[in-house]
């Protein structure tokens, strides 16, 4: 399996998804817990990327 195709692939999906979540005039506490759930993998897993 090549991780970091899959890694990039995830990684612009969750940006595609948290992209598409700032644009909603909706704001809920569901939203913003969405938003930062999202962020906080990404962050994760650009460190996990980062440090291997």
Excluded: C, G, H, W
């Excluded at 692939?9 to 969405?34: C, G, H, K, W, Y």
């Amino acid at each position: 399996m090549d991780y970091e195709s899959a890694y990039k692939t995830l990684f612009n999906a969750l940006t595609d998804a948290l992209m598409s979540l700032e644009r909603e005039r909706m704001v809920s506490p569901d939203i913003e817990q969405a938003k930062q759930l999202l962020k906080r993998a990404q962050q994760t897993t650009e460190d996990m990327f980062i440090d291997s």
